[in-house]
């Protein structure tokens, strides 16, 4: 498969005189693992919420799987298989955990209200299905037992795994992670490390990652953008970002 | 202490300006002037008594609050009992309570039976209104609109078309429904106090419509003599109208006004029980999961493919449909029916009901309307100060069960 799953051009998004993502350039393939890093303010959750639809953006075109988005509202988006998580995590917290996986699955259910009254075959099959759905990802981030759970309840490193488990019961082709692995312990990293890695080789799917954690990021990325103040600095394999000079001196001259 | 005191000093204060207003004095008229009369002394000093007692509890709040801890509460969890032996005796005590409710108006008074039937409208209100609010986290301050255009629709139906309340049954919530539909539009985007108002200035606007359409809707005198309903086709009054049988004609039994009052009692039960089993089957959909996460976060909603427009309509539409229900039984109860019936008063003691009973639930919805329309009844003495014991009632409730009488319980979902 040599089309891009996900191409970006020139992606500006400016608020007022603030230029917060000044011509941006992203591609993601089929089944890879691409992260975004860069100072804080750098823009980072900018360029992701002008992709999910949350912002329209000032300039720039986004192609997913050789479509347009402009134009598209955040939820059609989401439809196409483009999902992603939140910098805060953002559950339905007084519903259950099962709960969660199961209003993800909405738009693969029968919604319509009297096939649900009636309970009809093909609404029974539906919610089979979703529920199967919705136990298997619980069953691979390890949080079955806490099913009938109140998502708000969980641990923090809980929540965080919920979040994307119930990302991928929707059945995404991209997945978009920004900073999953803030306030991890280093265990949880490294479960969320290899949870990602297994998302790409065995689920298939690609991953755009936003992340602090260098060690997490070089470990498992394909290929790595640096932003600084919303203009890209540099980009390449893990190894070459790392000898970046430009890269050097702005993390350097961050801290 | 010295922040208590002012406190205490405070509140005393608001107690006795308020007091004085509401209790002290009153206005009376004479002749043509209006004057305004004192109360007498011994109400001057219960003021004062109630003054004396908010001051001395706000002084000595925070040792109130210690000994009020030191009761032990009852856990009402250990009176449930196991989940397995609740299974077993659900059905049955289902079936009692139904069977309860369709015998017991044959034993008791007119007086409560008519009292019943009222709660059960109630209940009906707050249930439809619970699936907006408690569900869907919609605050709507106009609600009592959809309960109008239902008594409404029946109402004039009857009056220019000779339509019968059975037909007007799902006429009215279907056009409640599209009110709902109507008002949910312009408000997709508005939340919180921004919402609030805009549905509070709908329920104001249908009312004041339906003052001010004399011609059509009879202007602030209402419709009056609306047709009661009928028991396929046989009528509850002592003459049959003409080409109809009366109900007790047809069944060679004394007529008595008592038989009306319980069978429009028990046409309360049937819809209540049919709301209830709508209701609760909704709130198992992936619909009703969907409102709640609305409520929960619209913006995770978003990201993750749920059209909120279709959700927050189709929460407003079926939360209208129920009111549109129950307003035609209303208008079909009462026999006459005025904008009087639906000022913002109304709005809010439905909305007290859902919040009284426990957002989002049914059990608590149920309890909380009965509480509402029955404590008034019981203290009828006291109906001059009805807004004063409810003010209280919500004052009470917020410090001792912030989440309602039941708040809700997740279900528990079997994962097969
Ligand atoms: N909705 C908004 N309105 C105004 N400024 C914003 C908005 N969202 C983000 N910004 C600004 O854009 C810049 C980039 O923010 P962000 O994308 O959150 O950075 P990062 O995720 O890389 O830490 C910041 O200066 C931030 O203040
Ligand atoms: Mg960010």
Redesign the interface.
Known sequence: MSQLLLDVNELTMRFGGLLAVNSVNLSVKHRQIVSIIGPNGAGKTTVFNCLSGFYIPTDGSVMFNGQQLAGLKDFQISRKGLVRTFQHVRLFSKMTVIENMLVAQHRHLNTNLFAGMFKTPAYRRLEKEAMDRAVYWLEEVNLLQHANRAAGNLAYGQQRKLEIARCMSTQPQLLLLDEPAAGLNPNETKELDQLIVRLRDEHEISILLIEHDMGLVMGISDHIYVIAQGTPLAEGSPDEVKQNPDVIKAYLGES | MRGSLYNAVFAAGITLVLACLMLGVRLGAEGTTLTVYGAGADRWEWILAGVGLVFLSQLFSTQLGRLSSRIPRPDLGTLKPQEATWKAIKPWLLAALVVGLLVWPFMVSRGAVDLATLTLIYIMLGLGLNIVVGLAGLLDLGYVAFYAVGAYTYALLSEYFGFSFWACLPIAALLAAAFGFILGFPVLRLRGDYLAIVTLGFGEMIRILLNNWTSITGGPNGISGIEKPTLFGLEFSRRASEGTQTFHEFFGIEYSSGQKVIFLYLIAVLLVIVVIY?IN??MR???G??W??LR??E??????????TVIKLSAFTLGASTAGFAGCFFAARQGFISPESFIFIESAIILAIVVLGGMGSQIGVILAAIVMTVLPELAREFSDYRMLMFGLLMVVMMRWRPEGLVPMK????E??
């Open positions: 709508l089957r909704l959909m992936p619909i999961r969907a709640e996460a929960e976060d913006i995770a909603c978003r990201s993750l493919g749920l059209n909120r997740r279900p528990h979902l994962l097969k």
